[in-house]
């Protein structure tokens, strides 16, 4: 299976399977087990992990991903704005914010529950989901990376891809791949420090500090297609160091409280059949959207 310039897992007569859409639900199902195995050894009740909450989740990354990229694209919106909340990407940024506010909401009443570890359980989390992501990215021709004929290049060849529309075939740095390797090493990074250090708020500070700072030197080698915000600056590239700038007063300021579980703990499996059948049922509710591609002769654009 090719990782670049492969939109398309089925092709229909009336509609196409894409594995952006797959990767896409793949990855929700990783993200929720690793969250929900998080809050469990932390100490969270049986009765919060179900279907509702585990939705609320969803739901969360996807209503911040969107709002934040239709506040930043405002003009689209008056000009298209069934293009733009329907079809015209996401901010990860935006759906990380997302993410955090579910997890708080559904945790508050958790009286057995570390104050911090409803966002530590998201920040370990978001590597390997992320992962996926940009495996979806990569078959979709999204989130595409900007000129490039050196070593390691990769050409569109896809006409229906972004990347294709952006770039006729030229030749492009292969960010995704990039961001693929840098959630690899970010993972490994978060899990070697929380197996020597298992306290509370080492996993958000280890994010906060690794994953910006690495972001943002990724996001260099993006398209300039889209709008830049300070001094050519992305905006992602403002939020970077920001969110790195937070990383460091956390840090700085924090009182790490030992958890009562071990590292390593947390790489033995430890969600049980239950919990994962109703993981399933919510990634598999969003698949429709971001995996089924209706062609365009069978549907009306208007409206």
Not at 217 to 238: A, C, M, N, P, Y
Request: hydrophobic share 50%; aromatic share 14%.
């Amino acid at each position: 299976m090719r990782l670049f310039n492969n939109m398309h897992a089925v092709e229909g007569r009336n509609f196409d399977i894409t594995w952006h859409g797959i990767y896409f639900a793949v990855g929700f199902f990783i993200l929720l087990t690793t969250y929900w195995h998080f809050l469990y050894l932390a100490g969270i009740h049986d009765s919060f992990t179900n279907s509702i909450n585990s939705l609320l989740i969803a739901l969360g990354f996807i209503a911040g991903s969107k709002s934040i990229k239709i506040a930043c694209s405002w003009r689209a919106l008056l000009e298209n704005p069934r293009k733009l909340i329907f079809k015209n990407g996401s901010s990860f940024y935006g759906g990380v914010a997302g993410l955090l506010l579910a997890s708080w909401f559904i945790t508050r009443r958790a009286e057995t529950l570390p104050p911090f570890a409803a966002f530590d359980a998201v920040f370990m989390s978001l590597p390997l989901f992320q992962v996926f992501l940009r495996l979806g990215c990569a078959s979709y021709g999204c989130c595409h990376g900007g000129p490039y004929a050196g070593p390691g290049s990769i050409r569109p060849t896809e006409p229906a891809s972004p990347a294709f529309r952006s770039f006729k075939g030229e030749p492009m740095h292969p960010t995704q791949l990039s961001s693929i390797v840098k959630n690899l090493v970010i993972l490994m990074c978060m899990l070697a420090i929380f197996l020597t250090f298992p306290y509370e708020g080492v996993p958000t500070v280890t994010w906060l500090l690794l994953y910006p700072s690495v972001r943002f030197l990724v996001d260099l080698t993006r398209s300039r297609e889209e709008k830049t915000h300070v001094r050519g600056f992305r905006r992602s590239q403002i939020v970077s160091i920001a969110l790195f700038a937070i990383g460091i007063a956390l840090a700085a300021n924090l009182s790490f409280q030992l958890y009562e579980f071990s590292g390593a703990e947390l790489l033995a499996p430890g969600v049980n059949t239950a919990d994962v059948t109703h993981i399933l049922i919510v990634a598999l509710l969003f698949f429709p959207f971001f995996g089924i591609s209706v062609r365009k002769s069978n549907r009306s654009d208007s409206g």
